[in-house]
């Protein structure tokens, strides 16, 4: 299983946590150390929307410049822009056997995972 994130990002410590809690083991991927996997986010899109992928409550996204921000209006300028600054990218994801679950409850997981 690889968990996809940013490690100082609170919900990703959290989603961390409560894997680790629980003994299951996983492969972190670092989007700022390792990049972003064009296949993966393309692969989330198809199933989630871009919309549902890219993080605009964060600070990341907030202090973006207006212009580039009225230029995501697709999933191709998402992907940039996603690619660009990975901090705006919703996180955690897992993807267990091309099984994926995007963002962090407890109660998510919990169904993820079958507890």
Request: aromatic fraction near 10%; glycine fraction near 6%; proline fraction near 5%.
């Amino acid at each position: 299983m690889k968990l996809y994130g940013i490690p100082n990002c609170s919900t990703v410590k959290k989603a961390r946590q409560w894997l680790e809690a629980r003994e299951i083991a996983y492969e972190f991927h670092d989007f700022k150390k390792e990049g972003v996997p064009v296949t993966l986010m393309k692969t989330l899109m198809k199933l989630h929307g871009w919309e549902a992928l890219l993080n605009r409550n964060g600070p990341t996204w907030r202090k973006l410049p207006d212009d580039r921000k009225a230029e995501v209006k697709n999933a191709t300028a998402a992907l940039a822009v996603m690619q660009e600054n990975p901090s705006v990218i919703k996180r955690p994801i897992i993807d267990q056997d091309g099984q994926y679950q995007v963002g962090f409850t407890e109660d998510n997981y919990a169904a993820f995972f079958g507890e």
